[in-house]
């Protein structure tokens, strides 16, 4: 329980504090919360995000532990395991205030969303326009950029576009007040994860790993939520519409188009839904892919019609990125040894696609997924039930191969194999997926490319490329070697 309490308190001071390497500096607060009395340096603030996470990691680590063989955290093991579980919201809701009252760390991606969407609520093209070139440079919050994305348009789907854009339309021309705005939105995004997931559990072990993988999860919660990333709305949108999908396809449908049209790689949601629906007679399968293939078009293209023709030119331009921290960038540093690095790039694009197909063949062998409860109230009921498993299940194997396998990866883009990994049975990728966001977490440690001393950018920047592609390797490894055990259970 200390170490819990401990690392999220880190966290927050971090976030709750004054601008530093970790956090930009968002202008007059106007009538958004301010930031306390305190300015940290970049070591401290280095050392206190790395202390948060790694004893996040040990407490997160001790309830899995705990719960071995079992499927959940044991509730006479540990007492704050206990009281999680018999005050589910307590936590959540209390951190949402509590990080409601700070302002985002660990990037400056805040800075882009806001200016993004003033540029679309005043008229611009995010996807055309680079954010310093508008209103010649001088507009409060466009100007407020962070290099290196002063002179990059927006990435982002269109539908993230417009909660950049009614972010931007309350917060007026204010940062702070805009970027609250949006705070308000991830918060909002988290907890939805929280209410739909224990909604979506069959039993207390599934309600239990909930609490434990996403609600008490300080890497989670400092990632995505501090962090304040579009990944997480993204994320609540794919699990909302994996909830409703045998429940209410029209509205699943809906909500799928939102989904994809946030983050375009989140159409695997897509393809697990329809992978749930398998072993549905033609009639039942037919009706149900039109129910929710039609709205989910309709948002989608609707939405995309909207913001113009230039959606996908930055999403095209940075397809051939490859990140610090991947398992794929020591292979592209071999081989612009030997050949372009535009070859190098496009070769290791090629090679990514085969490990991703190959990481989601590994992964469906040896992830557990959680079988319905024959006590269900009917044969519908249960038939709902195991859909709803199948389609978490599938997009856990899909999300998690992504992101193991992509050359472009940063501790965000896992946050959808967390918002699905707590549906599965208790498994030995529960440790190493664990091991994973806590070193790519620490590896974009402080988060900003600025305000650091010489020492702490030599210091991060030599994790984040030797430590984190090596971890990358690693994890891998651990992934083959369950895979040839057979099994991937926890055993006693």
């Known amino acids: 329980m200390a170490a819990l309490v401990l690392s999220f308190a880190l966290l927050l001071l971090v976030a709750g504090a004054g601008p530093s390497a970790a956090k930009p500096g968002l202008g007059p607060r106007g009538w958004a919360p301010g930031d306390l009395p305190i300015t940290l ?24 532990w705990r719960g071995r063989g079992s499927g959940q955290p044991r509730v006479r093991c540990g007492g704050w395991l206990g ?6 919201w307590l936590l959540p809701v209390t951190l949402g205030v509590l990080a409601l009252l700070t302002a985002p760390m660990g990037s400056a991606d805040h800075t882009n969303y806001a200016a993004y969407g003033r540029i679309a609520a005043q008229g611009g093209d995010p996807y055309l326009v680079a954010p310093i070139t508008w209103a010649g440079g001088h507009d409060p919050v466009t100007s407020a950029v962070e290099p290196p994305w002063t002179m990059t348009p927006s990435i982002y789907g269109p539908f993230g576009t417009a ?3 009614l972010s931007s339309i309350v917060g007026h021309d204010n940062l702070r007040q805009t970027v609250w705005v949006w705070q308000v939105l991830i918060v909002a995004a988290w907890l939805m994860v929280a209410f739909l997931l224990r909604r979506a559990a069959m039993d207390d072990a599934a309600r239990g790993r909930v609490d434990l993988l996403w609600t008490a999860n300080p890497a989670v919660f400092g990632v995505a939520v501090l962090g304040a990333h579009v990944d997480l709305i993204a994320t609540a949108l794919a699990v909302a519409a994996l909830f409703l999908a045998a429940r209410r396809p029209w509205i699943a449908g809906l909500v799928l188009g939102a989904t994809v049209s946030t983050k375009i790689t989140y159409g695997v949601v897509a393809l697990a839904i329809l992978w749930s629906w398998r072993s549905l007679v033609r009639q039942d399968l037919v009706r149900k892919v039109i ?6 078009l309709a948002v989608f293209v609707s939405l995309h019609l909207w913001a113009g023709p230039h959606v996908f030119d930055q999403l095209v331009k940075a397809s051939k990125g490859v990140s610090l921290a991947t398992a794929w960038r020591p292979v592209v540093n071999l081989l612009s040894a030997m050949m372009p690095l535009d070859e190098a790039r496009t070769a290791v694009s090629a090679a990514s696609v085969v490990m991703v197909i190959a990481l989601a063949w590994v992964l469906s062998r040896v992830v557990r997924s959680r079988p319905a409860m024959q006590q269900e109230s009917s044969t519908q009921q249960i038939s ?5 498993q199948s389609a978490m299940t599938a997009t856990f194997v899909l999300a998690t191969a992504y992101a193991l396998g992509a050359p472009y990866a940063l501790p965000w883009y896992d946050i959808l194999t967390w918002a699905t990994l707590p549906m599965m049975l208790a498994t030995a990728l529960d440790g190493i997926l664990l091991a ?10 402080p988060g900003r490319v600025v305000a650091m001393s010489a020492e702490v950018e030599s210091l991060t920047l030599g994790f984040r490329k030797i430590v984190g592609p090596l971890a990358a390797w690693l994890v891998l490894l651990a992934i083959a070697g369950v895979a040839k ?3 991937a259970r926890v055993v006693p």
């Open 485 to 487: 055990r057979g099994s």
């Open 83 to 88: 009281w999680l579980q018999a005050h589910p």
């Open 291 to 296: 129910a929710l293939a039609v709205p989910s």
């Open 384 to 388: 709902i039930t195991q859909q709803t």
């Open 41 to 64: 340096s970049s070591a401290v603030v280095t050392a206190a995000l790395w202390t948060a996470y790694l004893l996040g990691a040990v407490a997160v680590g001790v309830g899995l």
């Open 436 to 445: 994973r966001l806590t070193v790519m977490a620490m590896a974009y440690v």
């Open 163 to 165: 909660l950049q854009a």
